[in-house]
Nanobody, 122 residues
């Protein structure tokens, strides 16, 4: 049974940093890409980042490039999202998610966890 469990969300001031973690397990197959998307109140999903399983290639959404960094520890089965220089517009629920198979949109995830709230405010 696929499980994705996020942690590390919270309240942070603008310009601050936060690191999210995702414990993943139970995959009966080699997924295509594992990463994060976010959803702010009243808005649609936004792809944040993804790391490709086969070679570790990383992808980032335009709004977070240069500020966020994705990494994974395969031995611990943990995914991380280091978020730096946070802005109020980064406020959202962040979901750890998996794209199981190849497709044109790398952020078209098909499985995700419960999410963790990130609030950026003074």
């Amino acid at each position: 049974q696929v499980q994705l469990v996020e942690s590390g969300g919270g309240l942070v001031q603008p310009g601050g940093s936060l690191r999210l973690s995702c414990d993943f397990s139970g995959f009966p197959y080699n997924y295509y890409c594992i990463g994060w998307f976010r959803q702010a109140p009243g808005k649609g999903r936004e792809g944040v980042s993804c790391v490709r399983h086969i070679d570790g290639m990383t992808y980032y959404g335009d709004s977070v490039k240069g500020r966020f960094a994705i990494s994974r520890d395969n031995a611990k089965k943990t995914l991380y999202l280091q978020m730096n220089r946070l802005k109020p517009e980064d406020t959202a629920v962040y979901y750890c998610a998996v794209k199981s198979f190849y497709g044109d949109d790398v952020f078209e995830f098909d499985r995700w966890g419960q999410g963790t709230q990130v609030t950026v405010s003074a």
